[in-house]
Every structure is written in structure tokens, then in C-alpha cells.
């Protein structure tokens, strides 16, 4: 069965430095996700992808925030200049065409981001 | 803005016996609710999951009832077992063509099922 996958798994950062987080969704998924989840409390809707653009984000995602689709297989997040509060885990997440259920959302096993 | 409540926190159930978890949500627009479970370190995974044309959907050991008026929807497992402890979110989206399908997570229950 097809998964969603990330890049690293584990990412150890310095605060004000730059960290991208890699995805690869589904093959034939359209719908594309990023949430985080710190530690002990809910997961967080963060952005959403569809069509080469984003089609919603939350008040997290700042301008310090940015995701790109770079080549049609990967999914990518950025954030150019971490602070302490965005040690979190990230998990990239895919929907579409393919599915189960065409609005099941998979997610891929998470990066767990520490800022120090 | 879009808020959705889960209770209980925690809940400690014997094997064998039947654990609820109940979540409310507050916009009515919400028609698609998963139920995923989050092994300590793992991805989620959706375990069910209901829209809002049908009332209650059942899975072997585990079902889920919605209540479009009251906004409230729950996941029912029964017989549970000590491989059921886990924490289990609820989440409410809004699908369809001209939505994102984004999903709002509740706070999460962890389930203790003890042998």
C-alpha cells in the first residue's frame, strides 16, 4: 500500500537558522497538507495545497512559513528563520484521486523539529 | 473560528469493556468527521470515519454516531483490548470541490485499556 513519506525524520536546528521539510505525498494524490503537532497537545492545521498554490493557511503560517511543490513528486515546508516555539513534530499529509475515501487524509510518519 | 471540542482527556477501561470518546464541533458547514489513532511516536492513522448524510457507521469493533443538530459525533469501541491503547483524535472538515478539506482536530484522548 502507498505512503506518504518524509525527510529527516529527526531535524536539530539552531533558533533564527533555516530548516526545509520534505515530503513525498501519494503518487496520484491532489491535495496536499502540513500540520504540526507539539509535543502532548493536538495536531494543528498549518496549509493546504492544491493546483501548484496554496489554497489555505492558518494564523501559524506566517511569513516565516512557505511551501513549495518543486518537482510534482516532492512537497516541501519551509521556515526561514526558526524560533524555540517551533520545535514541533510537522506531518506532511495527502488526499485525492486514489483514495479509500476521496477526503481520507494519510499521513506520512512526521519530522520532529528541535530548535535550540 | 473553527473550534472542536473532545472529551473525555483521559479514559482507563478494562479489557472487554466499551470505551466513548465524544467531540463537538462549532461550524455547521462541517460535513466529513475522521477518527484517527496515534501510537506514542507514530503517525495518525485514520481508523473511521462518517459524513454528514449518515447518521452512524460501524467497522467490527468500532462505530461512530453523529448528531448533525446537536453537532456532536462519538467513537464507540467495544470489546476493547490492550492493543486499543493509544491516543485517538477526532477531527471536523469541510469537503467538497470548493473547500480545502483542511481538518480540525479535537485535543486528543489517550486511552488506557488494561489487561
Known amino acids: 500500500e502507498p505512503e506518504v513519506t518524509q525527510t529527516p525524520s529527526h531535524q536539530v536546528t539552531q533558533m533564527g537558522q533555516e530548516v526545509i521539510l520534505r515530503c513525498v505525498p501519494i503518487s496520484n494524490h491532489l491535495y496536499f497538507y502540513w500540520y504540526r503537532q507539539i509535543l502532548g497537545q493536538k495536531v494543528e492545521f498549518l496549509v493546504s495545497f492544491y493546483n501548484n498554490e496554496i489554497s489555505e493557511k492558518s494564523e501559524i503560517f506566517d511569513d516565516q512559513f512557505s511551501v513549495e511543490r518543486p518537482d510534482g513528486s516532492n512537497f516541501t515546508l519551509k521556515i526561514r528563520s526558526t524560533k524555540l516555539e517551533d520545535s514541533a513534530m510537522y506531518f506532511c499529509?495527502?488526499?485525492?484521486?486514489?483514495?479509500?475515501?476521496?477526503?481520507?487524509?494519510?499521513f506520512g510518519p512526521g519530522t520532529r523539529l528541535t530548535v535550540l | 473560528g473553527e473550534n472542536v471540542e473532545q472529551h473525555p482527556s483521559t479514559l482507563s477501561v478494562q479489557e472487554g469493556d466499551s470505551a466513548v470518546i465524544k467531540c463537538t464541533y462549532s461550524d455547521s458547514a462541517s460535513n466529513y468527521f475522521p477518527w484517527y489513532k496515534q501510537e506514542l511516536g507514530k503517525r495518525p492513522q485514520l481508523i473511521i470515519d462518517?459524513?454528514?448524510?449518515?447518521g452512524e457507521k460501524k467497522d467490527q469493533r468500532i462505530a461512530v454516531t453523529l448528531n448533525k443538530t446537536a453537532k456532536h459525533f462519538s467513537l464507540h469501541i467495544t470489546e476493547t483490548q490492550p492493543e486499543d491503547s493509544a491516543v485517538y483524535f477526532c477531527a471536523a472538515s469541510m469537503a467538497g470541490s470548493s473547500n480545502t478539506g483542511k481538518l480540525i482536530f479535537g485535543q486528543g484522548t489517550t486511552l488506557q485499556v488494561k489487561p
Open positions: 462518517i459524513r454528514s448524510n449518515v
Open positions: 499529509a495527502s488526499s485525492g484521486r486514489g483514495s479509500r475515501s476521496y477526503n481520507e487524509q494519510f
